[in-house]
């Protein structure tokens, strides 16, 4: 009797085990891996130290426009110090701007920038897997920008964004592959 109780329980936790480990792609198992290969996924924004070619009566041209808005509505909301001649702007960053944003060794455009993240991608739902073989399969879902303070900030100051919804969500597809360490978005 002794002997049939250990096969009985071995037999037990082999099912117990197998259970747990199911090698089907379900919504929730495909969120976490879509999850995870989207987060890194997002824009930063870039801020110089100083924005030339724009007067105070009205500007050289659109981007330096928005810079414009978006330097002052950082600056209202205490990341920035600006001083401001009719030829350019001279941006600082205070000690809130300096816990948010760190030096852009490589520069952008050629300059000398600091950068923050302004958005990444969140995974809003998984609304569909289509399985195509045993170990590849296709999954539709929705995702969105998640804004970050200062993303907020830079959206609501440009009148270009002004129109269309920071909470509007996007619908995609991703290939999704079984590997004997789980599922993969495919290459």
């Not at 747990?20 to 929730?28: A, E, I, Q």
């Amino acid at each position: 009797m002794k002997g049939t109780n250990s096969v009985f329980s071995v037999i037990c936790c082999a099912v117990l085990l197998s259970a747990g480990c199911s090698r089907d792609l379900s919504r929730s198992r495909a969120a976490d891996v879509i999850s995870k290969a989207i987060a890194p996924i997002g824009v930063d924004y870039n801020l110089f130290p100083t924005y030339t070619g724009m007067n105070i009566s009205g500007p050289a041209n659109w981007l330096a426009f928005d810079n414009k808005r978006t330097c002052e509505a950082l600056a209202t909301q205490g990341y920035v110090a600006l001083q401001t001649s009719p030829e350019a702007i001279t941006v600082t960053l205070t000690d809130k701007g300096r816990e948010v944003f760190t030096n852009n060794d490589a520069g952008y455009a050629g300059r000398q920038s600091w950068k923050t993240a302004a958005c990444r991608m969140e995974l809003v739902s998984v609304t569909g897997i289509s399985k195509t073989s045993e170990n590849t399969a296709v999954v539709q879902y929705t995702w969105k920008w998640h804004l970050t303070p200062v993303g907020s900030i830079a959206w609501k100051s440009v009148p270009e964004l002004a129109g269309q919804d920071p909470d509007a969500t996007f619908t995609t597809q991703a290939a999704l592959q079984r590997f004997d360490d789980g599922w993969r978005i495919a290459n």
